[in-house]
């Protein structure tokens, strides 16, 4: 047994010791990609039961704003990436900056979010009007919310601006990114 493998196996953590930041994000992420990865296979499986249903639903739905709010998280996650770049070369106050950039575009992400959210209930879409729009509210709220946690985590990282907590936050940025960009184009685009 070499070296590696004797450390490896003291630690407990295996592949997940290569992976930037805290290994305990990655258990998060990989939770949360699974519940994510469950949610848009029950939309799957409900769109070939209810095609009809489902097209109407994304008719109604705003594909620009979504869109745009989609530009608005990948620059963000951008932004994050910038942080950890920065963190890497002990530039905390860039670090930051770049931080709470990221922090920023979420907020606005959210803003937009929420804009969706009123103009689909003003018109009287509610999460009863159709399987498609429990569905959709469902998977948005909980990506909503883990935008909420994001800029939390974010928060609590820029405050140090160190190395590994840089890239614990930005890793569970970066995956409430990827998770965006798998649901836009199912929820709002494919038909």
């Not at 590696?4 to 992976?19: F, R, S």
């Not at 963000?76 to 530039?91: I, L």
């Not at 937009?112 to 003003?122: F, N, V």
């Not at 498609?132 to 140090?160: E, K, N, P, Q, S």
């Amino acid at each position: 047994m070499s070296a590696a493998d004797c450390e490896q196996q003291e630690t407990g953590w295996g592949i997940l010791e290569d992976l930037p930041g805290d290994p305990l994000i990655w258990v998060l992420i990989f939770s949360e990609l699974v519940a994510f990865g469950l949610f848009l296979g029950a939309f799957t499986v409900a769109r070939a039961i209810h095609p009809a249903v489902f097209a109407a639903g994304q008719a109604a739905l705003d594909a620009n704003l979504a869109g745009f709010n989609t530009i608005v998280l990948v620059t963000s996650g951008w932004a994050a990436a910038r942080a950890t770049k920065a963190a890497r070369t002990s530039e905390k106050q860039a670090s930051r900056r770049w931080l709470l950039t990221a922090m920023a575009l979420g907020g606005f992400f959210i803003a937009i979010k929420l804009t969706e959210y009123a103009e689909e209930i003003g018109r009287g879409i509610g999460l009863e009007t159709s399987p498609f729009f429990t569905l959709y509210f469902l998977l948005t709220g909980f990506h909503l919310l883990h935008v909420c946690l994001g800029i939390v985590i974010l928060a609590v990282v820029c405050r140090r601006a160190d190395i590994s907590g840089v890239e614990t936050g930005a890793a569970f940025w970066h995956m409430v990114d990827l998770v965006w960009i798998v649901m836009f184009p199912i929820l709002y685009l494919l038909r």
